[in-house]
């Protein structure tokens, strides 16, 4: 077995690549590069489940990053168990094939509860009084406490919300040196989400976005250098291209103001009261999984999502099976956003309605994906002060909410979800051993096959003339 590293560089796009990226055009020149085909929805449960089992969503259920646990009548976003999924794992192949076969799993998602034999993610402790204190979650327990001596405590406020910054991502590169020098896998799987996050803030053609380019770019020069010190072949992924978004759609909205939607109230706020609404919509970037009681509810449903602007498509059952997203979990209807929109979870007609939990860094609270969770309130004059009085507040064991997110959908700037990016925006394959790889566009659920060959050697045919021209375009 020949040892790989795939890094999963969330984001990343051919039109990324350039003056700001040296190590990955550099490593773009030496490898082979090749268009990837990813799923719908284009998120990242979706597509990381797809690639570890190589199968699409209507065979391994993670249709989203969040869906209605129908036997709970909840909604639940961002699950970590690894049983949710359906379908054999790269890892579970792998030692088919030769039981000395080892994985590590370094932060990609559903990664607890799994049979890879290293496996670290985030998970922050809760407390009762109401605190969230950074943390992460090892298997096993013990690479926790050593990952956090040698590396400090995982920094969780800068892995998502408004103090997003590469510290993260940063950390979990270094404990992906570290596991790869201390445990030797054979597999190792790293995520490195930071581009993710400015690239909603700002959009793809902002030039702001040139810092944080040049800082993951830094990041995976680190990882491909150790790689190929260590003898390891390197994949780099992505999961999937960020486009320019301009208008917000608030399709909980329309639903609500047509009857369907009900909510509970609850001390001046609202909530989404899913057992009792004859349909609401789970919005997850630009794709929203349509949730219906009663089946014929189904066309007045349709109409009046046809109703709503920004909607490019309504998927019923025969367009769910067409595109590999007819799985009980899923929505009776799916709504996917036109290009340039993406969809809102806000479901109140009122802000002075909206729940406490909609002005806070929530991700398991809201019913569905919050963008606006990267942005400080931009009415808050003084944000440094207002969020140091709130974290004294705490310190001193009083309650305070971090109610500092502002309920403005227009500043985000960049989404996903989409499978039919342009092509300099959409994702893409590297690898140090471009043989590995075959020609042309590479589809999301190779991905497990292509990690497998390229432990246990099986090269492709070389590509013709004309699949190397096709390639470069």
Request: net charge negative; with cysteine; hydrophobic share 40%.
């Given at each position: 077995?020949?040892?790989?590293?795939?890094?999963?560089?969330?984001?990343?796009?051919?039109?990324?690549?350039?003056?700001?990226?040296?190590?990955?055009?550099?490593?773009?020149?030496?490898?082979?590069?090749?268009?990837?085909?990813?799923?719908?929805?284009?998120?990242?449960?979706?597509?990381?489940?797809?690639?570890?089992?190589?199968?699409?969503?209507?065979?391994?259920?993670?249709?989203?990053?969040?869906?209605?646990?129908?036997?709970?009548?909840?909604?639940?976003?961002?699950?970590?168990?690894?049983?949710?999924?359906?379908?054999?794992?790269?890892?579970?192949?792998?030692?088919?094939?030769?039981?000395?076969?080892?994985?590590?799993?370094?932060?990609?998602?559903?990664?607890?509860?799994?049979?890879?034999?290293?496996?670290?993610?985030?998970?922050?402790?809760?407390?009762?009084?109401?605190?969230?204190?950074?943390?992460?979650?090892?298997?096993?327990?013990?690479?926790?406490?050593?990952?956090?001596?040698?590396?400090g405590t995982f920094p969780l406020f800068s892995f998502w919300g408004p103090a997003t910054n590469i510290s993260s991502t940063r950390w979990i590169a270094d404990a992906t040196l570290h596991v790869m020098a201390s445990r030797n896998p054979t597999l190792t799987?790293?995520?490195?989400?930071?581009?993710?996050?400015?690239?909603?803030?700002?959009?793809?053609?902002?030039?702001?976005?040139?810092?944080?380019?040049?800082?993951?770019?830094?990041?995976?020069?680190?990882?491909?250098?150790?790689?190929?010190?260590?003898?390891?072949?390197?994949?780099?992924?992505?999961?999937?291209?960020?486009?320019?978004?301009?208008?917000?759609?608030?399709?909980?909205?329309?639903?609500?103001?047509?009857?369907?939607?009900?909510?509970?109230?609850?001390?001046?706020?609202?909530?989404?009261?899913?057992?009792?609404?004859?349909?609401?919509?789970?919005?997850?970037?630009?794709?929203?999984?349509?949730?219906?009681?009663?089946?014929?509810?189904?066309?007045?449903?349709?109409?009046?999502?046809?109703?709503?602007?920004?909607?490019?498509?309504?998927?019923?059952?025969?367009?769910?099976?067409?595109?590999?997203?007819?799985?009980?979990?899923?929505?009776?209807?799916?709504?996917?956003?036109?290009?340039?929109?993406?969809?809102?979870?806000?479901?109140?007609?009122?802000?002075?309605?909206?729940?406490?939990?909609?002005?806070?860094?929530?991700?398991?609270?809201?019913?569905?994906?919050?963008?606006?969770?990267?942005?400080?309130?931009?009415?808050?004059?003084?944000?440094?002060?207002?969020?140091?009085?709130?974290?004294?507040?705490?310190?001193?064991?009083?309650?305070?909410?971090?109610?500092?997110?502002?309920?403005?959908?227009?500043?985000?700037?960049?989404?996903?979800?989409?499978?039919?990016?342009?092509?300099?925006?959409?994702?893409?394959?590297?690898?140090?051993?471009?043989?590995?790889?075959?020609?042309?566009?590479?589809?999301?659920?190779?991905?497990?096959?292509?990690?497998?060959?390229?432990?246990?050697?099986?090269?492709?045919?070389?590509?013709?003339?004309?699949?190397?021209?096709?390639?470069?375009?």
């Amino acid at each position: 077995m020949h040892p790989l590293l795939v890094l999963n560089v969330v984001g990343l796009t051919p039109e990324l690549i350039g003056e700001h990226t040296p190590n990955l055009s550099a490593f773009a020149e030496r490898s082979g590069v090749r268009p990837l085909q990813t799923v719908t929805p284009a998120v990242t449960c979706s597509v990381q489940a797809t690639f570890l089992t190589g199968t699409p969503p209507t065979d391994h259920g993670a249709v989203g990053n969040g869906w209605l646990f129908r036997d709970l009548a909840e909604i639940w976003l961002w699950r970590q168990s690894n049983k949710l999924l359906d379908g054999e794992r790269v890892w579970d192949a792998g030692k088919r094939r030769d039981k000395a076969f080892t994985c590590a799993n370094m932060f990609w998602w559903f990664n607890m509860a799994s049979s890879a034999d290293y496996a670290v993610t985030p998970r922050p402790i809760y407390k009762a009084d109401g605190r969230k204190i950074p943390d992460c979650y090892a298997q096993p327990s013990e690479l926790r406490d050593e990952l956090t001596r040698t590396l400090g405590t995982f920094p969780l406020f800068s892995f998502w919300g408004p103090a997003t910054n590469i510290s993260s991502t940063r950390w979990i590169a270094d404990a992906t040196l570290h596991v790869m020098a201390s445990r030797n896998p054979t597999l190792t799987l790293a995520y490195l989400p930071h581009l993710d996050y400015v690239l909603q803030r700002l959009g793809p053609d902002d030039p702001g976005i040139a810092p944080d380019l040049r800082e993951i770019d830094d990041v995976v020069g680190d990882l491909v250098k150790a790689a190929d010190a260590s003898g390891r072949n390197v994949m780099i992924v992505s999961e999937y291209g960020i486009v320019p978004v301009k208008r917000p759609v608030h399709i909980n909205r329309a639903l609500r103001q047509s009857g369907f939607l009900a909510v509970r109230e609850e001390l001046g706020g609202e909530l989404l009261d899913a057992p009792q609404s004859r349909a609401f919509a789970l919005a997850d970037h630009q794709v929203a999984h349509v949730y219906i009681a009663d089946p014929d509810d189904i066309p007045r449903v349709r109409a009046v999502l046809e109703q709503i602007g920004g909607i490019d498509e309504i998927w019923g059952t025969e367009e769910k099976r067409v595109h590999g997203l007819d799985h009980e979990r899923s929505g009776e209807l799916v709504a996917i956003a036109r290009p340039d929109a993406w969809f809102t979870y806000y479901y109140w007609l009122d802000d002075a309605r909206a729940p406490d939990f909609a002005r806070l860094v929530e991700i398991h609270r809201k019913p569905g994906y919050d963008p606006v969770e990267l942005f400080l309130d931009p009415e808050i004059k003084w944000p440094k002060l207002a969020i140091g009085w709130r974290l004294l507040k705490r310190a001193l064991g009083l309650r305070a909410l971090m109610d500092v997110i502002p309920l403005d959908a227009s500043l985000v700037r960049g989404s996903h979800g989409r499978a039919d990016n342009p092509p300099e925006r959409s994702p893409l394959v590297m690898s140090s051993a471009p043989g590995m790889l075959p020609g042309g566009v590479i589809e999301a659920s190779e991905i497990k096959q292509i990690m497998l060959d390229h432990v246990f050697g099986v090269e492709r045919e070389p590509q013709t003339a004309a699949e190397m021209e096709h390639t470069r375009a």
